[in-house]
């Protein structure tokens, strides 16, 4: 990880510090400009391209400097610094993993309800979406597994940074909505067992989706805790 001491090249230090921990209905932040908007175009011109729906392990993706400069950011000391003042957690024998999202195709099994993993602690978001005009498809912060029962709604644009504390009831999840969704969920975990296995368990899906009948097999594949609609 990079060194403590060194200042953020991309992520704006102030606006996650300053960002408010709500509790109800389980622990979140939202930081609405967590890098400045004059990168903009800079970040997303280095952004990995996502061919597929669904998540995709980072090592397995392509990206430029001025992304890969964000992405040292989040994983350093400093950034999980940050975090554990925020959450009052001490997350420094946790490791950290990076996937992204970068499609969705509106399918009626895409976004559905759920908590995440026991072995994940605490889950970062953070938006590069140039833009997302719908209704539909942001993050919603549910009290239930129903997703229309929901406290809060996160849209996926540049910038946009969502953080929560994982638990039994941390239900999240989005109504479907085709479009380009590009979005890097950081998540520390419980251990480095869990962080091979997921990236071992994206890059076997990510090659799945390269072949076209599994790929269309995936897509209608019923999701686990389907939640409201």
Request: glycine share 6%; proline share 7%; charged share 25%.
């Amino acid at each position: 990880m990079a060194d403590t001491s060194a200042p953020f090249k991309m992520l704006d230090e102030a606006a996650i510090t300053a960002a408010a921990l709500r509790r109800d209905p389980y622990d979140y932040c939202f930081v609405e400009n967590a890098m400045p908007q004059l990168l903009k175009e800079e970040v997303l011109g280095d952004a990995p391209t996502i061919p597929e729906r669904g998540s995709y392990a980072l090592p397995d993706l392509q990206h430029g400097p001025h992304f890969g400069a964000v992405v040292q950011d989040l994983m350093s000391d400093r950034f999980r610094h940050l975090v554990e003042a925020k959450f009052d957690i001490d997350l420094s024998k946790r490791p950290a993993c990076i996937v992204m999202m970068g499609n969705t195709s509106g399918h009626y099994n895409e976004g559905y309800a759920h908590p995440d993993s026991p072995h994940k602690i605490i889950t970062v978001l953070v938006g590069f979406t140039r833009a997302w005009p719908y209704e539909r498809g942001r993050l919603r912060v549910l009290r239930s597994k129903n997703r229309n029962d929901y406290a809060f709604e996160f849209a996926p644009e540049f910038g946009h940074m969502l953080m929560f504390r994982v638990c039994d009831h941390s239900w999240h999840g989005f109504l479907p909505q085709k479009g380009q969704r590009k979005s890097l969920q950081l998540c520390y975990v419980d251990s480095e067992w869990y962080v091979r296995k997921e990236y071992a368990r994206h890059s076997l899906s990510a090659y799945a989706k390269s072949v076209p009948l599994l790929r269309k097999a995936i897509d209608w594949a019923p999701r686990r805790l389907p939640g409201g609609r």
